[in-house]
């Protein structure tokens, strides 16, 4: 299922980074960063009651020398097209401008739900002398205070109000996976050759694909797919390269949607710094991960190109170290026969659960090839593991002091349940609690 998106949208100067900021520092849980994972300014994921969303600042813009109005245009087409609620922010302290009135007709004609928030409402004067907004016709206003932080619980209890209704597509038993990348690497080129026909446009130009389509498919053993093509995810340039930093976030929706992703890279270029990024999205939100090195039919080749290719692949990627790698050619369809397996395979990896008597016996056999770390004279203890959820595999140990867990120690017992059980092509979570 999709998550939410929530766009904060205005003129300049009305606070709308600042409330952004606030929101993600102080007010929302912040998924933890990941080693090769970087994010783009303009996006922050987090949660508030339970309801996990995404969230787009089109804050931060310069207008010196170009038209006024048209920049706001821009960034409110592309934050109305891509947000399933809006948040139109003002400023209590100047009133209502003629910017507002215009940016207000846009969202009137959006048919989008519109939260109207005043900011820099900072005294109780203030907050109560708002009725002129009313007039902005988007029902009533809610005073806030970015940089107080008063009145964002009221503002967020608004925003997932209108949420859309979640979808249960428990019926639907279709393997998702999505394919993502940065642009021109060949993904519609790759949905064409798979399903053995022309899908989607294809194009050598950089970022031809806009949206995520959805395809369905049935390979020759029954088993149902849903292939989500992505738009290409294009390294940050210019303020206004605004159509490409929204594919992100369109890639990051597509992603949640999926059980597996297809991480394409070029295989002529080889691996990029923005590849790093693309592929720590998917990491991140602990799907299931296939490595695909595209265009092979394009390099040149001795037997020991691969394998030279592999290894220098994964110590670049080395968060990515449990996805398989397969060497493709959407030209040729070299190997793409092989896809569909392994998709299944990762996927059924992902949902694997495993008995808790069997995986102590695994801690008991880990623990005494390697003894527990001792920390400043205390001893790490561990007493129980046990799976939790699966999508992906989540593991709870139970020890004396979750601070003397130390990350090796959770690296050398994520390899041991690798060396165990077969999990490629999913990550593995092991959370330490202290038994009580």
Known sequence: MAIPVVAIVGRPNVGKSTIFNRIARERISIVEDTPGVTRDRIY??????????????????EFADQPFMTQIRNQVDIAIEEADVIVFLVNARE???DADERIAQILFRSHKEVILAVNKADNPEQRQDIYDFYSLGFGEPLPISGTQGTGLGDLLDAVVAHFPPEVNDEDDQSIKFSLIGRPNVGKSSLVNSILGEERVIV???EGTTRDAIDTHFTDETGQEFTMIDTAGIRKRGRVYEATEKYAVMRAQRAIDRSDVVLFVIDGADGLREQDKK????????????????NKWDLVEKDTKTMGEFTEKLRGQLQYL???????????????????????????????RRIQSSVLNDVLLR?????PTPNVKGHRLRVYYLTQVAIKPPTFVVFVNDPDLFHFSYQRFLINQLRDSFDFSGTPIRLIARKRK
């Open 321 to 351: 170290e449990y996805a398989p790698i397969i060497f493709v050619s959407a030209v040729t369809k070299q190997r793409l026969k092989q896809l569909p397996e392994m998709i299944k395979t990762v996927s059924e990896n992902q949902q």
């Open 278 to 293: 693309v592929a720590g999205y998917a990491h991140e939100a602990g799907r299931a991960i296939i490595i695909l090195v």
């Open 366 to 370: 880990a623990v005494a090839i390697t």
């Open 95 to 97: 009133g209502i401008t």
């Open 203 to 205: 194009s050598n130009i």
């Open 44 to 61: 922050s994921r987090g949660v508030w009651l339970n309801h996990e969303f995404s969230m787009i600042d089109t804050g931060g813009i």
